[in-house]
């Protein structure tokens, strides 16, 4: 997301270079995903939606995202390197373009770590892009609203509720 911020576009790039921590290949190595499950296990999807989506949320790890034609080619383009002196929670890229130019970026550490913790609005998009799918929108703004407010109930039966698809019998 931070090389598409710099201007970086899918249809320049050349080669993407990870320098990664050995955890994140352990954990995320998946260079081929076949669908949304492996995708979630693969550093390389994760920066090929970010560069071409703007983010990775669940939407971008949908199946029929995993396999178009433009994720899988830049997909291919990403080459992940083990180096142990990067934190678990860090990445140092460099984008390598048709026009010979380099963009590079460090990621001291990634959104949603200890150090860089996601924002109010960041988390309940995400929560959004969760729920919605399952619980739909009303359900969903009313499951967060009532998760706001859980200091002052006294019982959490109506929010857990709320949690669930079938909660119209509450």
């Known amino acids: 997301m931070q090389l ?3 201007g970086v576009r899918p249809e320049d790039v050349e080669r993407i270079e990870l320098r990664v921590h050995s955890l994140v290949l352990e954990l995320t190595g998946k260079k081929e995903p076949i669908d949304g499950l492996q995708a979630k296990f693969s550093v390389y999807h994760g920066c090929a939606a970010g560069l071409i989506f703007g983010r990775a949320g669940e939407p971008e790890f949908a199946d029929v995202i995993v396999v178009r034609d ?3 080619a830049l997909r291919r383009k990403v080459v992940a390197m083990v180096d142990d002196a990067i934190d678990e929670a860090a990445a140092d890229v ?3 373009l ?3 130019r380099r963009v590079h970026v460090h990621v001291e550490h990634a959104i949603g770590s200890l150090q860089r913790p996601m924002s109010d609005e960041a988390l309940e998009a995400k929560f959004r892009d969760q729920a919605e799918p399952v619980l739909g929108a009303a359900r969903t703004a009313e499951l967060i609203a ?3 407010e859980v200091g002052e109930h006294r019982d959490v039966k109506a929010l857990c509720a709320l949690s ?3 909660a119209d019998d509450r």
């Open 4 to 6: 598409r911020d710099q």
């Open 70 to 72: 433009d994720v899988v």
């Open 94 to 96: 460099t984008a390598l």
């Open 98 to 100: 048709r026009d010979g």
């Open 146 to 148: 009532s998760c706001r």
């Open 164 to 166: 669930r698809p079938d």
